[in-house]
C-alpha cells in the first residue's frame, strides 16, 4: 500500500529529505520549490556567466598554468 503524503503542511527540511531521496516525484519537487520561492530569508542566486566572469576565470586558469613546474 502506497502512502501518502501532505506536502503542504510537511516541514520544509523533511519535505527536501523526501524529495531528495524520491527524485521521480515532481509533484513534491513542485511543492517544494514554490515554497522556497514564498519564504523569507532564502537566499537566491540569479545563475548565469558574464563575460567579466569568463575572462576572471580565463585569467586565473592562466596564472595556474603558469605557476604549475613543468612535469615532464
Same mark, same amino acid.
Given at each position: 500500500?502506497?502512502? /501518502?503524503?501532505?506536502?503542504?503542511?510537511?516541514?520544509?527540511?523533511?519535505?527536501? $529529505?523526501?524529495?531528495?531521496? *524520491?527524485?521521480?516525484?515532481?509533484? $513534491?519537487?513542485? +511543492?517544494?520549490?514554490?515554497?522556497? /520561492?514564498?519564504?523569507?530569508? +532564502? +537566499?537566491r *542566486?540569479?545563475?548565469?556567466?558574464?563575460?567579466?566572469?569568463? $575572462?576572471?576565470?580565463?585569467?586565473?586558469?592562466?596564472?595556474?598554468v603558469?605557476?604549475?613546474?613543468?612535469?615532464?
Open positions: 500500500m502506497t502512502q /501518502k503524503f501532505d506536502f503542504q503542511t510537511m516541514p520544509r527540511r523533511e519535505l527536501r $529529505a523526501y524529495v531528495l531521496s *524520491h527524485r521521480d516525484d515532481e509533484h $513534491a519537487l513542485r +511543492i517544494y520549490m514554490d515554497r522556497l /520561492k514564498s519564504e523569507s530569508g +532564502i +537566499i *542566486h540569479q545563475g548565469g556567466v558574464t563575460t567579466d566572469d569568463l $575572462a576572471q576565470l580565463e585569467q586565473l586558469l592562466q596564472n595556474s603558469n605557476q604549475t613546474p613543468d612535469a615532464r
